[in-house]
């Protein structure tokens, strides 16, 4: 007997993220990964230890102005990174935690370095351990 459409969305089968990715959610916030998670870790023992001021989960940077034109509304363009870290000396830097970079991202990357001046910093976990991109 076959199975209707409607008894199998019923099941709750889980469907994988697009990249594969597993969300965790730790300390009131939801991770988009596990490597996401691990670096928040990191970040944390390092405010410990007083070798960063502080750091932000998920800062908002604003690439481009919604406008109207021709009678239709352009919605703003916004980035979203994973961590803005303040450095002790003063200095902003900006990491994203990243498995595979997206055409999307590379061109919001470009939009990012054009208008704000933090450092860009983009990490993959691997082999037990994080490396820049």
């Known amino acids: 007997m076959r199975m209707t459409a409607k008894q199998y969305r019923k099941m709750g089968r889980r469907t994988r993220s697009k990249y594969n990715n ?19 870790s990191q970040l944390k ?55 595979t970079q997206t055409q999307v991202f590379k061109i919001k990357q470009k939009m990012f370095e054009k208008k704000y001046p933090h450092k860009l910093t983009l990490v993959k976990w691997e082999r037990g351990r994080f490396v820049e991109i």
């Open 22 to 40: 597993k969300k965790i959610e730790r300390d009131g916030h939801v991770f988009d990964s596990v490597a996401e998670y691990r670096y928040y």
């Open 45 to 99: 023992l390092r405010e410990r230890a007083k070798d960063i001021l502080f750091f932000r989960i998920q800062p908002r940077f604003r690439l481009q102005d919604g406008f109207e034109k021709n009678g239709i509304k352009h919605r703003p363009i916004d980035y979203v990174a994973d961590f803005e870290i303040h450095h002790n000396d003063g200095s902003i830097e900006i990491v994203d935690v990243k498995g």
